[in-house]
């Protein structure tokens, strides 16, 4: 059974920084593309950023223009763990961020599939920029 899991959320000052991690088990990531949302109470799942599989042909990521230039996704092969670093912290940055696994990630075309579009996720991890 596939499993995946994200920790590294919490409390956070304006300006700081986080590191999000997104575990697998049953499932190799190398193979995936992985995919970082988050939300909000009230709204759905907006799109964060996403990186393609390690064989795509389409290889690259993607960020919402958002959290250009403040957040880097990045995977650990060796770890089977994929990685959002997130810096320079905004307030409208809270929310509940999630990992999800198999979906459709586009480096070279800047866009990164829908919720609907992404086959296996987490449970969420918040996070929250207060001061």
């Known amino acids: 059974q596939s499993h995946v899991v994200e920790s590294g959320g919490g409390l956070v000052q304006p300006g700081g920084s986080l590191r999000l991690s997104c575990a697998a088990s049953?499932?190799?990531?190398?193979?995936?593309?992985i995919g970082w949302f988050r939300q909000v109470p009230g709204k759905g799942r907006e799109e964060v950023s996403c990186?393609?599989?390690?064989?795509?042909?389409?290889?690259?990521?993607y960020y919402a223009d958002s959290v250009k230039g403040r957040f880097t996704i990045s995977r650990d092969n060796a770890e089977n763990t994929a990685y959002l670093h997130m810096n320079s912290l905004k307030p409208e940055d809270t929310g509940v961020y999630y990992c999800?696994?198999?979906?459709?990630?586009?480096?070279?075309?800047?866009?990164?599939?829908?919720?609907?579009?992404?086959?296996?996720w987490g449970q969420g991890t918040q996070v929250t920029v207060s001061s």
């Open positions: 999800a696994v198999d979906g459709f990630c586009s480096g070279g075309h800047n866009y990164m599939g829908t919720p609907a579009s992404w086959d296996y």
């Open positions: 049953g499932l190799n990531l190398d193979d995936y593309a």
């Open positions: 990186i393609t599989s390690r064989d795509s042909l389409d290889n690259g990521t």
